[in-house]
């Protein structure tokens, strides 16, 4: 039996859209965008401006330390120079459950909302945010827990509390219930409203300004502060900003139906089985740690990231051996990508462009960097900036496509760089920003470039993640700051955010800012 299950993609498109009453009569009769919202602070107009990025941060406490508070006063410190704070996906670890959203998101960052001094008074699906807070959801947001697992969970409790159990897990009764717990924390939850006229005047308070594609969410920090779908645009200083819920488009190609496909499939089986026995082995030399013995812990610490990379590396075989033709893709998200990617281009006051979701396309993370899901997300990515490109090839003038991408899901901090592919991703600068409180991980022992069928076409200009051994084992968690200069193109500053524990203490890491090239 499985630790945690994934709802079909079809699923996730289809719970979502009714929670959003995606263009129902009344959204469709106010001719309503409700993929597009506009942040009401005043200084949307500012061509130069700063924000903020985390990601894969929601996990609670680890052995009594805490990485995502840490990093969550880092980003306090910075707010006061920047504008809004986007999220990579994973905000609430292990299977994204309502039960965990206190302890693993609000009180962190408490400071960010409505009310953070009385933090036992906010509710989870009642959040208000004093500064724009956006993220897109991870996988960990749609995770759900079967029944029996969250009973065992529950019965367990109490001697887990007694023992100081040796696996820190954030798991209760329940998972997300499809990405449901995530919806009802940071979308505009409008199957909610069921009063007669409730709806009306919900989208006559809240969705009031005009744009060429309809009216749509005014963000009002604050005062009003939800998403209207679970991918989204806006436009700040110049700047289109693209959200994407990459969970839907992220499914491998199904193997195919031949002698080589059969091989394929074989060598599969094998490797899920010898990942089986690895954990097994992990969990039975784990019973044998002793969590008050300091030297102990961080092995026990090291064993349980090792059982983490095995289950996602688990799932990801999984997934590859359940594909078939029925597989669902986001074809309709990939098209509304497309659309608005060239309206920018065509659009003159917009300046650039950046996008950020969960899986990154590029990524040298020891466990990520091969992942299929990785190698089909940056297909369908490709894809889309390939017809882009040859749609708007004049307008660019040697620019990429896109100024930024920037991405989660590898827990580490990571900037790479396309090289002249010939494709629509030629060029483009990459963030993996998912280093922001869950554990750590290495990047591969392969280097810093990646191939693809025998050619270069991405290579690592930084990497910050899991380093070192023994005594000299380094865990720098992380967020960025990014400064937006004014002009065409925009001129960004990456400020590396980071802080470590050492000697049984927190210190912040001096990493120097770097510039991304933007032709």
């Known amino acids: 039996m499985k630790f945690v299950s994934e709802p079909p993609i079809a699923t996730k498109i289809g719970v979502m859209k009714q929670r959003v009453r995606w263009q129902e009569g009344a959204i469709a009769q106010r001719q309503i965008d409700q993929t597009r919202l506009s942040i009401d602070d005043g200084g949307d107009r500012d061509p130069e401006f ?51 959203y206190r302890d693993n998101f609000i009180k962190p960052y408490r400071k960010f909302l409505v009310g953070g001094d009385r933090v036992s008074q906010i509710a989870y699906d009642r959040m208000t945010f004093n500064f724009p807070f956006l993220p897109v959801p991870g996988n960990h947001d749609y995770y759900d827990l079967p029944f029996v697992y969250g009973l065992l969970a529950q019965m367990a409790w109490p001697l887990r509390r007694l023992l100081r159990s040796k696996i820190d897990i954030d798991v209760g009764w329940h998972g997300s219930r ?85 091989v394929r499939r074989s060598d599969l089986a094998a490797r899920l089985q010898e990942l089986e026995q690895q954990q097994q082995q992990i969990l039975e030399e784990m019973a044998t740690m002793d969590r008050n013995d300091l030297e102990q812990l961080d092995e026990l610490d090291d064993a349980q990231v090792k059982l983490q990379q095995i289950e996602e590396m688990k799932l990801d075989i999984e997934k590859q051996l359940n594909a078939n033709e029925t597989t669902a893709t986001d074809i309709e998200q990939l098209h509304w990508l497309e659309e608005r990617l060239i309206e920018s281009w065509y659009t003159e006051s917009v300046r650039g462009r950046v996008i950020f979701f969960h899986h990154p396309p590029y990524v040298t993370e020891a466990t990520k960097w091969g992942q299929a899901q ?29 100024d930024l991408v920037l991405n989660g899901h590898a ?109």
């Open 374 to 402: 990785t190698l089909e997300v940056r297909n369908r990515l490709r894809a889309v900036l390939d017809r882009v490109a040859r749609t708007v090839g004049q307008f660019a003038e040697n620019r990429p496509i896109v």
């Open 50 to 100: 700063s924000f903020l990025v985390i990601g894969d941060s929601g996990t609670g406490n680890r052995y009594g330390q805490s990485p995502q508070h840490q990093v969550a006063e880092l980003l306090e410190e910075e707010r006061s120079r920047c504008r809004f704070l986007l999220h990579t996906g994973d905000v609430v670890y292990l299977v994204g459950s309502s039960e965990y």
């Open 178 to 262: 499809q990405g449901d717990a995530y919806a009802r924390a940071f979308l505009d939850y409008l199957q909610n409203y069921n009063l007669p006229g409730q709806l009306d005047r919900h989208l006559d308070l809240y969705y009031t300004v005009k744009t060429p594609t309809g009216r749509c969410l005014r963000y009002q920090p604050g005062i009003f502060t939800r998403l209207p779908n679970r991918y989204y645009t806006f436009c700040y200083g110049g700047i289109d900003f693209f959200a994407l819920d990459s969970n839907t488009f992220n499914a491998p190609t199904p193997i195919p139906d031949t002698q080589e496909g059969d």
């Open 411 to 519: 827990h580490c901090l990571e900037y790479l760089r396309t090289g002249d592919t010939g494709r629509g991703d030629a060029g483009t600068n990459w963030i993996v920003c998912g280093g922001s409180g869950y554990s750590l991980r290495r990047q591969r022992s392969e280097g810093p470039d990646l191939m693809e069928d025998g050619e270069w076409v991405a290579r690592s200009h930084f990497f910050l993640g899991r380093m070192g051994r023994g005594k000299n084992k380094q865990r720098p968690y992380s967020a960025i700051r990014i400064d937006v200069g004014a002009g065409t193109p925009p001129q960004m500053t990456v400020q590396p955010l980071a802080i470590e524990r050492t000697h049984s203490k927190w210190q912040r890491c001096a990493i120097d800012p770097f510039q991304l090239p933007n032709r």
